[in-house]
């Protein structure tokens, strides 16, 4: 079965700092993958996805992630963190080949700080 | 830009009440899901639906809940005897088809008393 691990509840940077916020996947077969961003009050927006082509993958504001079979990793990452980029990041992989519901971590909660 | 829409933003109810969450997909979109994500804990898939009919639903999803399409544009859940345990956003998500990615409503934030 499909499943999802995040590593770290909580992450805090400074602004222009690097932002990396870990994802470990499981799959029994090929993954897609996504990171989606929770804005306070807000639904689930996605930032970027992975679906076997590229391993690295660009997203909006900045944001890539990159793919590693190997270590079974999809971390994301911003080389600059702002502080409009506090917010709650989830990662999450497509329950099955035949489905398409997702599988979501259990968050990762980015502070900023100046 | 379409987006998801969800009423009501809150509904507070009484154990054992029925509600009925209301969802409008974005309009092109063929496939609709209802996640929910209690306080402190990660998003979990509710069902999905395609072409007027359930395509996946997990654990959670029992006899309990039902999803319906009554019309050309409304997706709706509903819960027919709540349970405290049932306290939770509850998301709805749209997409075209089945490797896009799927569009979030901003939720309904469903508290049973």
């Known amino acids: 079965a499909q499943s999802v691990t995040q590593l770290g509840s909580h992450v805090s940077v400074s602004e222009g700092a690097l932002v990396l916020l870990r994802c470990n996947y499981s799959?029994?077969?090929?993954?897609?993958l996504f990171w989606y961003v929770q804005y306070p009050n807000q639904g689930l927006q996605l930032l970027l996805k992975?679906?076997?082509?590229?391993?690295l993958v660009k997203g909006i504001n900045g944001f890539e992630a990159e793919f590693k079979k190997s270590e079974t990793s999809f971390h994301l990452t911003k080389p600059s963190a702002h502080m409009s980029d506090a917010a709650e990041y989830f990662c999450?992989?497509?329950?099955?080949?035949?489905?398409?519901?997702?599988?979501f971590g259990k968050g990762t909660t980015l502070s900023v700080s100046s | 830009e379409p987006e998801v829409t969800q009423t009501p933003s809150h509904q507070v109810t009484q154990m054992g009440q029925e509600v009925i969450l209301r969802c409008v997909p974005i309009?092109?979109?063929?496939?609709f899901y209802w996640y929910r994500q209690i306080l402190g804990q990660k998003v979990e898939f509710l069902v999905s639906?395609?072409?007027?009919?359930?395509?996946?639903k997990s654990e959670i999803f029992d006899d309990q809940f039902s999803v319906e399409r009554p019309d050309g544009s409304n997706f709706t859940l509903k819960i027919r005897s709540t349970k405290l345990e049932d306290s939770a956003m509850y998301f709805c998500?749209?997409?075209?088809?089945?490797?896009?990615?799927?569009?979030f409503g901003p939720g309904t934030r469903l508290t049973v008393t």
């Open positions: 992975y679906t076997s082509a590229a391993t």
């Open positions: 998500a749209s997409t075209q088809d089945r490797d896009h990615e799927q569009y």
């Open positions: 999450a992989v497509k329950r099955g080949q035949a489905g398409t519901a997702l599988i």
């Open positions: 639906f395609y072409n007027n009919e359930i395509s996946e």
């Open positions: 309009s092109n979109h063929l496939y």
């Open positions: 799959s029994s077969v090929p993954p897609y």
